[in-house]
Nanobody, 123 residues
Framework: QVQLVESGGGLVQAGGSLRLSCAAS????????MGWFRQAPGKEREFVAV????????YYADSVKGRFTISRDNAENTVYLQMNSLKVEDTAVYYC????????????????WGKGTLVTVSS
């Protein structure tokens, strides 16, 4: 059974930092893409960042570019999201997604989701 478990969410003041982790089990994702989405209250889930398996290229939503950094440790089957200079509008449940491939904003094939971790940024 494939599981993705996010951790690292919490309450932080605007301007602060958090590091999210997503540990996968039941399947090795070293040859597949891994990424992050988020869903704010009352809004649709949106893409945040992805890291390709091949070459390690990264892609970010414009809203987080320059503030968030995605990385992965294939040996640990884990993907991370370092979030700096957090803003109130970053408040959301953050979800990990793995599988794919991801190409030009679309996640093809079979992918898996975690259950999310809540990030709350206070003013």
């Amino acid at each position: 059974q494939v599981q993705l478990v996010e951790s690292g969410g919490g309450l932080v003041q605007a301007g602060g930092s958090l590091r999210l982790s997503c540990a996968a089990s039941g399947r090795t994702f070293s040859m597949e893409d891994m990424g992050w989405f988020r869903q704010a209250p009352g809004k649709e889930r949106e893409f945040v960042a992805v890291m390709k398996s091949s070459g390690g290229s990264t892609y970010y939503a414009d809203s987080v570019k320059g503030r968030f950094t995605i990385s992965r440790d294939n040996a640990e089957n884990t993907v991370y999201l370092q979030m700096n200079s957090l803003k109130v509008e970053d408040t959301a449940v953050y979800y990990c997604r793995a599988g794919g491939p991801w190409r030009s904003g679309i996640w093809y094939g079979v992918s898996y989701w975690g259950k999310g971790t809540l990030v709350t940024v206070s003013s």
